[in-house]
């Protein structure tokens, strides 16, 4: 990384806030999936919602391939699944757009790439893939958190142009776990505290120790832009900016959360050396290899 940059974190003991440099909505010649009244709301609260999106029949199709997956991958023991500490189950898969065809297709499918597209102003690749799985009864909170942060140290993604999109295979309503996002938290860059130790994904992906927000400095976001719920019917998709502060609770209801999540990132974009000389995180997880603008397409049933 150069001395101009601007989003410095994990380097001493001190937490800090500093406004962001760089524009939320990408004004370019892409401008497929999305309208200018919904390019306002993302810009000024770093999220939007489209309901409905996908119809009941490609979420029952996208729904049976997760449980599939999960299933094959709880009992192949694969680094690309991430299992839950206490209960032992699948919590995540990372890379599917790579190593599930149904994903593969999904990731181009127009309806959530050209909205990708069109926010950033750019062709886009998937920098990460994964499926988020909420069990019924155990799953467990994941804490508040910039995106950016992460990638920014632990994968060198130099700019904060890219976004997140999570497709809801299931309902997700105010009691099971869903996505908890703070409006507005994206124009702020929260500079956290500590170093990162070496192979710190093997253990952040359960529970985050590092990149973690400075209490005071959560607050102060939350005042700000209070905090809203992502619930919505399967079939809907939520997009968000990579430095929106989000989280979400447990989910000790009987009713399981499962979402696809897909990180669109500009090819303008791509992955430099991780912040402070660490190692980078493997490609599972941060794509660097044979990166190609993603073509448009539909998903296939």
Known sequence: MQMSNPYLTRRNDSAAIVARVDPVVYEESITQGVSEQQKQDYAKNGFLQIDHLFSAEEVKYLLDELHQMRQDFAVQQRPEAIIERESQEVRSIFNVHRLNEVFKNLVSDERVLNVARSLLGSEVYVHQSRINYKPGLHGKEF?????????????????????????????????????????????????????????????????????????????????????????????????????LMHGSNSNITPFSRSNIFFVYNSIDNQLQQPLGGIKPRPEFIAAREDIDAIQPNNLEL
Not at 188 to 197: A, L, N, V
Not at 214 to 224: N, P, T, V
């Open 143 to 243: 804490f508040w958190h910039s995106d950016f942060e992460t990638w920014h140290s632990e994968d060198g993604m130099p700019r904060m142009r890219a976004l997140s999109c999570s497709i809801l295979l299931t309902d997700n309503s105010e009691h099971n776990g869903p996505l908890l996002v703070i409006p507005g938290s994206h124009k702020h860059y929260i500079s956290c505290q500590g170093e990162t130790p070496d192979e710190h994904y093997k253990k952040s992906l359960k529970k985050q120790e590092y990149g973690v927000p400075d209490g005071s400095l959560l607050e102060y976001l939350a005042d700000m832009g209070g905090i809203h719920s992502c619930t919505g019917l399967a079939g809907s998709v939520v997009f968000f900016d990579c430095n």
